[in-house]
């Protein structure tokens, strides 16, 4: 088979490929479309090591040796006009005629041969050489074809996924108990599946050196779906009695809490925060009158406020 037969039958093999394409998104979809992208790359890097190994073939013919010959003089008869009768070879009239080959002659004939040879085989290592050299880089544009498709992806993915993030929180304090409401929202660009949450309320100096717990998620927690630049309102309350000194670093509340959901690309994501009302500045005392509550705001804590980096859905927040 010729290196032109077999340029064109994976030239129309490459044409001839069409992917399967359906109208619904379904998982694996990418990985799918990314290897067929990798194959099509891969073939079309094998053609173009395949002609530059039959050029550099054509361009180097092997040349046979030419054989050398011991031209023998050819004695012409001579010819006696007067005399129409031949005389006989080796008769002391007509001898025999031996001609000696000098030896340079021959030498020079083996060494003529010897270098067309030689020659013969330097083209055939520069033509290796070459069709090397062009299989490897090729095989490098796939890698690196192949890195710049998953840098693209993992960019995307971060740029479209979503994140679920405190946007605001108050706090009602009353006579006798503290309620807390947290707005957490979906600030990405597609939904956050499987949203669950969990909140908790504690009152304590600042800094505190307690360990701040969040109530467990079972299986059976509530879960729920997000949109984009949706929110949902996370709520918690804490029975306490009646005191002047709540938003002092005496009596600082913390509002801590977790979210728990699933992005669009199957990764599980999870956000934690930790809101405070008081801490290190004094605040105006809270008194609660006529049985009114009271609401504040809260502002962020300086620790315990993170969130996952492109977590796997195989994670132990999971």
């Given amino acids: ?45 094998l053609a173009q090591s395949v002609v530059a190994i039959g050029l550099m073939n054509q361009e180097a013919p092997s040349q046979p040796p030419q054989k050398s010959t011991t031209r023998q003089e050819k004695k012409k008869p001579i010819e006696n006009h007067q005399n129409t009768n031949t005389t006989e070879r080796g008769s002391d009239e007509s ?37 090397v050299a062009a299989t490897i880089f090729a095989a490098l544009q796939v890698i690196a074809l192949i890195i710049t498709i998953g840098v693209q992806r993992r960019y995307g993915q971060r740029q479209l996924r979503a994140y679920m993030c405190v946007s605001k929180g108050h706090l009602s304090i009353g006579n006798t108990q503290i309620i807390a409401d947290i707005c957490i929202r979906n600030s990405g660009q597609t939904p956050a599946y499987d949203v669950k949450q969990t909140i908790g309320l504690l009152v304590d100096e600042y800094p505190t050196k307690k360990t701040l717990v969040v109530p467990k998620m079972g299986a059976n927690h509530p879960k729920t779906i997000i949109g984009p630049h949706d929110y949902l309102t996370a709520f918690g309350k804490l029975d306490m009695e009646p005191s002047d000194e709540v938003g002092t670093p005496q009596a600082t509340v913390y509002v801590f809490g977790e979210v728990h959901y699933l992005d669009a690309f199957g990764k599980r994501q999870w956000t934690k925060y930790r809101h405070i009302f008081g801490g290190p500045e004094t605040l105006p005392p809270v008194i609660s009158s006529g049985g009114e509550a009271v609401k504040v705001f809260l502002r962020p804590d300086t620790e315990g406020n993170e969130a996952s980096q492109q977590k796997r859905a195989k994670s132990s927040h999971s």
């Fill in 1 to 45: 088979m010729s290196v032109q037969t077999l340029l064109d039958k994976i030239v129309a093999v490459v044409l001839a490929y069409k992917p399967n394409r359906k109208p619904k998104r379904k998982k694996g979809t990418d990985k799918k479309r990314i290897a067929s992208m990798v194959v099509l790359v891969c073939l079309l890097s």
């Fill in 95 to 131: 001898p025999f005629v031996i001609k000696i080959v000098q030896p340079e002659q021959a030498q020079k004939e083996t060494t003529n041969a010897e270098s067309r040879t030689q020659h013969d085989g330097k083209n055939w290592m520069l033509s290796d050489k070459i069709a």
